[in-house]
């Protein structure tokens, strides 16, 4: 049933996240590690391949600028690329520790007492290795067979791009040609997983307060989260749908900033690489730099959503274990 005041629920969230100004640096290590959350799921590329000949074309002068980078500096970007992975690691743990730290700090201002951020970040460094277990369980499979496409596909179009690069085109057919039924088989798992994946998202934020809340264990807390939904289904489709509204405005004004930014950061090196410049190692430290300055520009922002929004997520859980309390005491 839908039994919820909303304009409340909404107007104590952003009472303790404006009157406990720590939560934003909370809701800024949680965005550290939640990514982009867009605009890499719609690219698609248009390979036509007909007869003895590919319609694929590189830029004039783009292979050899590719070359020769690769060539001095393959060392340099491959340890680029493990301290990026590095990174990602850490940030995520980071992030988890500042989910668990919000959602301990709502429920303890809500509860009338006086909160620190040393108190919620001790908290949500408490939390951190059932986190990380809570993680793996939940959204390990959809990891693992992200990876794998990652994998294949990279190495798919790897050979793809060295057979143009050796003026090879039939090879470049005979690999995309020959990959075709694996990316259908995929595609068919896929839209089993995304289902799968949108049911998983919506127990996760329930798990994740029976976690730390009610210090359940793992699969406790998935199984308490489900049957949070379940008792109060009305009430988290409609949270659910107000938050979509929310974060649609919200995305909105964040582009407005984000997006300058970005063309700021990248277009420069791109565009000169399409009218066949040289790539050199500046292009790549500019690239990098700007990317760096664009995510923390990008978790600054969203830090005020993921702070808003995981205080409302908790305030409604209390209300729906509240309401099945006393329907249990009655």
């Known amino acids: 049933g839908i039994s919820m005041d909303y304009g409340n629920l909404l107007k104590r969230a952003w009472h303790i996240v404006w009157n406990n100004k720590f939560m934003f640096v909370l809701g800024f290590l949680a965005a550290l590690g939640s990514g982009g959350n867009g605009g890499n799921g719609g690219a698609r590329g248009n390979f036509n391949v007909s007869g003895s000949s590919s319609d694929f074309n590189l830029p004039p002068g783009f292979a050899e600028n590719i070359e020769r980078y690769w060539a001095q500096y393959a060392g340099i970007t491959i340890a680029l690329v493990c301290l990026a992975i590095i990174l990602g690691i850490v940030f995520w ?156 405005v919200f995305g909105i004004a964040a582009a407005v900033v984000l997006l300058p930014a970005a063309a700021l950061a990248f277009l420069p090196t791109i565009v000169d690489l399409v009218r066949g410049g040289t790539l050199e190692i500046g292009n790549i430290a500019f690239m990098i730099g700007g990317g760096i300055c664009l995510g923390l520009l990008g978790a600054v922002i969203n830090s005020i959503m993921i702070a808003f929004r995981s205080t409302t997520v908790t305030l409604a859980y209390q209300e729906f274990i509240n309401k099945t309390n006393k329907l249990k005491a009655a």
Request: hydrophobic letters at 55%.
């Open 93 to 248: 743990l980071v992030s988890l520790v500042g989910q668990a730290g919000l959602i301990s700090a709502a429920s303890r201002i809500d509860s009338g007492e006086q909160v620190t951020l040393g108190d919620a970040f001790g908290a949500g460094t408490g939390a951190l290795v059932r986190m990380i277990g809570l993680n793996l369980i939940l959204y390990g499979p959809f990891i693992l067979l992200g990876l794998i496409f990652f994998g294949i596909a990279s190495v798919t179009v790897g050979s793809a791009v060295a057979s143009e690069f050796a003026g090879n085109p039939s090879n470049f057919e005979t690999i995309f040609s020959g990959i075709g039924p694996f990316f259908a088989c995929f595609g068919i798992l896929a839209c089993v997983m995304v289902p799968l994946g949108l049911i998983v998202t919506v127990i996760y934020p329930f798990a994740q307060r029976g976690l730390i809340l009610q210090e359940l264990g793992i699969v406790d807390s998935i199984r308490h989260g489900w049957n949070v939904i379940r008792d109060n289904i009305g009430d988290v489709f409609l949270l659910i749908l107000l938050f979509v509204v929310i974060g649609f």
